[in-house]
């Protein structure tokens, strides 16, 4: 693990009669609530990040019987590391960080075989740091997991990691890793055959995003490019809705027009969805090397991925609705897809 310099404002001498003893694994500079003005090193070079350097490490609580010393536990609801971990909640310091808050058994241990991937395309990132709770822990198996990560572990009192959990009912496990590189390469296109591409263009929300992310997998797609997205597609509600499949599945981003003129130039049949088309997605042929575009929640399909199509498709509305939910949409075609294939 990289270690951390804090910079802090000098201090006038205190006799030592009168010092009061304080926090071992609290900054002094958050005694008032604010943290001091922190300098990383390379990979994360935020001047002002309220990230801090390597304390004394007491034990490691991936381990109850305390024979490795790479973890620390935190106590004070006034150590920086509490308000930092709190604002990585947000997209701009998330961002700003080029940290991804991974929160959940279940995410963290897809997050843990994504890590282990051998896959050549998969995005990849470097966990960090796992904050532990054993006081929410829902079950036995969490110790198992965090041993296999093998990273620097800090543990929180229940009440402190609720106040940095993005969760209601928190089961005691963050993960804070790097965002992963999902800059689309056209080279990820080559010696594909029979594959489906999901192309979403434009999406708005996380929860829509996370489920076509599980949809997708379950289907045995290759992958998911989300084009010009409106969205974090690391945020905290994509990794939840997605169940951590987020890091198992190669997922993308890039630009609509260089994307669909990849896949032209790669041979895939391009087949757009769009409220507007009368001919029946059941009534076209879903083979081979296919990508399927779906547009955003509230616009649909752009002009120019409209006009890049090979083939408009539509599903049937009988009702007064005049479109599904757009997860749902991706689910029903790609399904028509996997059964055709497999007739």
């Not at 940290?99 to 991937?117: D, L, M, N, P, T």
């Not at 990560?149 to 928190?170: G, M, N």
């Not at 042929?285 to 547009?295: P, Q, R």
Request: net charge positive; glycine share 6%; with cysteine.
């Amino acid at each position: 693990m990289k270690e951390y310099r804090v910079h802090s404002k000098p201090k006038k001498k205190v006799d030592s009669r009168d010092k009061k003893k304080t926090d071992t694994h609290s900054s002094n500079s958050a005694s008032k609530g604010k943290p001091s003005s922190i300098e990383k090193t390379k990979p994360f070079a935020s001047k002002d990040s309220f990230y801090l350097r390597k304390d004394s490490e007491p034990r490691d609580f991936s381990d109850p019987e305390g024979k490795s010393d790479r973890s620390l536990e935190i106590t004070s609801f006034s150590n920086p590391k509490v308000k930092y971990i709190s604002l990585l909640k947000e997209k701009k310091f998330r961002e700003k960080e080029n940290r991804v808050f991974i929160e959940g058994y279940r995410e963290i241990q897809r997050a843990y075989a994504g890590f282990k991937s051998q896959s050549s395309i998969l995005p990849k990132f470097q966990p960090e740091i796992l904050c532990i709770s054993p006081e929410c822990f829902l079950g036995k198996n969490e110790w198992e997991l965090i041993k296999n990560w093998k990273i620097p572990v800090w543990q929180f009192p229940k009440a402190i990691f609720e106040k940095i959990s993005h969760r209601d009912r928190p089961d005691g496990l963050i993960l804070l890793a790097s965002i992963p590189d999902t800059k689309f390469k056209k080279s990820y296109l080559g010696n594909l055959e029979n594959e489906i591409i999901l192309i979403i263009e434009g999406v708005e929300k996380p929860g829509n995003l996370g489920t076509i992310i599980r949809t997708a997998e379950g289907a045995g797609v290759h992958s998911i490019i989300v084009t010009d997205p409106q969205t974090d597609i690391y945020s905290p509600n994509v990794v939840r809705s997605s169940t951590g499949i987020l890091f198992t599945l190669p997922v993308f981003q890039g630009n609509t027009d260089d994307v669909l003129q990849a896949l032209k130039v790669n041979g895939f049949s391009i087949k757009a969805l769009s409220p507007e088309s009368e001919k029946m997605y059941t009534k076209s042929e879903l083979k081979g090397n296919l990508a399927l575009v779906f547009g955003s929640e509230q616009y649909g399909l752009s002009q120019k991925a409209k006009d890049s199509a090979d083939e408009l498709l539509g599903i049937p509305m009988k009702g007064e609705a005049d479109s599904l939910n757009l997860a749902l949409s991706v689910g029903i075609v790609t399904y028509e897809a996997i059964r055709q294939r497999n007739s």
